[in-house]
């Protein structure tokens, strides 16, 4: 595997915290803050006093120079007035340590997934993340500047840092109205003899260090844009085609207490492009009595590019007249979502599709939660090429008070594996596993998870004898600890409890990538811990897909 190849992980905000949610390679160049005190304002606003005033501080960086992050605080005095773009430019630096001949520049507006901030909500912090359109490349010292634009009167401090000394040359500035020079920045206290705060991000000349994931490269991440008014986002789950095409979907919040609405959510990318979301159904009307928008996905999966399924949970009311959770199944043809009518409980409410495999255009299961009038066993949902069908599931004891599936994979449409556990999210005293066989589901009772209790959620089914279920055990003694276990085709055997219990893929040749805390990679049967995404330490992961020898995609929620 060529280690000059990188990883991707996509970062979404499952609250509207949207500061220092993307991350780059690594970091190339920092002034971090070491006072709150003193700050520097670099704007360009309208109004009856236009101003138009660029602060610019040295760096010196040899790589890549993808994204840049400043630390400000919130507009100070601004009366409603909103960011509405921002300025980027590199100067090159003249021998006297002053901004000289400008190398680079673009202009982001306001809305735009590259220009990240959390300035038109009063009260957050003011720091903004800002992805350059394309890399600069950098190879000695230079001069960095960044404006923010307002309709209307305002000003953004940036923080300052290094007071007891500059790093380079100190803060220059100029009033671009009048076309001033480049002066050194004073205020009352004198010359200002220090540096602001920013970071710069990239990557850096040469190959990657060798503590690297899966001996292929670092993690990266990008910022997802936000649905409009969304005041809280997630992603549940991913799918790839190759390095053609991927899919990321879940959900989004608008409102809050009392007028709570939530959507269905599709991210669509096509090769290494920008992701966009694509329309997806959100139904209106959870009954006649009780209007509502409340539904997300789960889970996607699919045969092909233009044979896409998605399934999750929507408010629904059941063939009883209860309202609550019911299944949420929709299908893409290449052009558009369109709901596909699910079969309604008939005994309460509280089913969802978590998990898809799709084996052939009209042989894929949905698994998740079902509800019955006598009890509630787990679902596998079929379709046939036409229509939807509840297959019943073996119910055995151990469940509080019932099971669920969480997970399916499998490498023919008569060898198809299901894990799960307790229902309502309970772990449970004996593990689930569940077999397909082309005609029926059958409990594997011979599988020797240790532990008090027990609950799998992720699978990887490389051949009919080579078949990973990842999850966690609990014990009073230890607590919670991840388990990996393994099928050699007659019997399932314990992996490891060093770490992953998460998504899982292949990157060929029988590898296995499992993510959790920590990571795992399985080469040469040994399973070798793996770095995480830099200062990410307790992201959730969603879903990842291979793409490639030496390439993933995939998404975690983080605040």
């Known amino acids: 595997m060529s280690p000059a190849k990188y990883f991707t992980a996509l970062i979404a905000a499952s609250l509207l915290t949207t500061t220092l949610d993307a991350r780059a ?59 509405t773009g921002v300025k980027v430019r590199i100067y090159a630096k003249t021998v006297e340590g002053k901004p000289g001949n400008e190398l680079y520049g673009f202009h982001l507006d306001d809305g735009d997934p590259r220009f990240i901030h959390d300035l038109n909500h009063t009260g957050h912090n003011g720091t903004i993340d800002v992805t350059f ?50 002066v050194q920045h004073s205020d009352f206290f004198g010359q200002s003899n220090f540096d602001f705060a920013f970071a710069l991000y990239g990557k850096p000349p040469g190959p990657p260090p060798p503590n690297t994931v899966a001996e292929c490269g670092e993690w990266n991440s990008e910022m997802l844009p936000l649905p409009a008014g969304a005041t809280a986002t997630s992603i549940f789950a991913s799918k790839s085609f ?42 209106q009307v959870c009954s006649a009595a009780s209007p509502c928008t409340q539904v997300w996905f789960n889970a996607i999966d699919g045969f092909s590019s233009n044979d896409v399924w998605a399934g999750g949970w929507k408010r629904g009311q059941s063939v009883g007249g209860f309202v609550g959770g ?71 004891s151990g469940g509080t008070p019932g099971w669920s599936l969480i997970a399916s994979d499998g490498v023919a449409t008569n060898d198809v594996w299901a894990v799960g556990h307790g229902s309502d999210g309970d772990p449970a005293t004996t593990p689930y596993f569940l077999h397909w066989n082309g005609s029926a589901w059958s409990l594997d009772g011979n599988v020797p998870a240790p532990g008090d209790t027990k609950e799998f959620g992720a699978l990887l089914a490389l051949a009919s004898n080579n078949v990973y279920a990842g999850g966690s055990t609990f014990t009073v003694a230890d607590g919670y600890r991840p388990a990996i276990m393994h099928n050699d085709g007659s019997a399932w055997s314990l ?23 920590p990571s ?35 998404a975690a929620n983080v605040d």
């Open 25 to 83: 390679d690594e970091r190339l160049w920092s002034n971090d803050v070491d006072t709150y005190t003193i700050t520097r304002d670099s704007v360009v606003t309208g109004g009856q006093t236009p101003i138009d005033q660029e602060l610019a501080d040295d760096f010196q960086v040899t790589g890549e120079i993808r994204r840049a992050i400043i630390y400000g605080y919130d507009c100070w005095n601004c009366f409603g007035a909103f960011a």
């Open 495 to 517: 992996s490891t409890v060093a770490g992953g219990g998460g998504p899982m893929i292949t990157l060929g040749s029988g590898s296995v990538l499992a993510l959790g805390f």
């Open 133 to 182: 359109p394309t890399p600069f490349n950098a190879d000695g010292e230079y001069f960095f500047s960044v404006q923010l634009e307002f309709a209307d009167s305002a000003i953004w401090p940036i923080w300052s840092s290094n007071h007891l000394g500059a790093r380079g040359s100190p803060i220059y500035m100029r009033d671009n109205l009048t076309g001033g020079p480049w």
């Open 242 to 283: 190759g390095s053609d095409e991927s899919w990321l979907v879940g959900g989004y919040d608008t409102g809050g207490i009392g007028n709570l609405q939530q959507y269905s959510l599709a991210y669509h990318r096509i090769g290494e492009g920008a992701w966009m979301a694509v329309p997806t159904p959100s139904p």
């Open 520 to 554: 795992l990679f399985r080469s040469d049967s040994q399973w070798i811990a793996q770095p995480g995404l830099q200062d990410y330490d307790y992201y959730s992961w969603s879903g990842l897909q291979g793409t490639g020898p030496c390439n993933a995609v995939g």
């Open 326 to 396: 019911q299944l949420f199944v929709a299908h893409w043809n290449g052009q558009s979502w369109t709901e596909i009518p699910a079969p309604r409980t008939d005994g309460g409410t509280g089913a969802r599709v978590v998990g898809i495999k799709a084996i052939a255009s009209d042989d894929v299961w949905f698994v998740g939660d079902w509800i019955t009038p006598t009890g509630w066993p787990a679902l596998a949902m079929h379709w046939n090429g036409s229509s939807l069908q509840i297959v019943p599931t073996p119910f055995p």
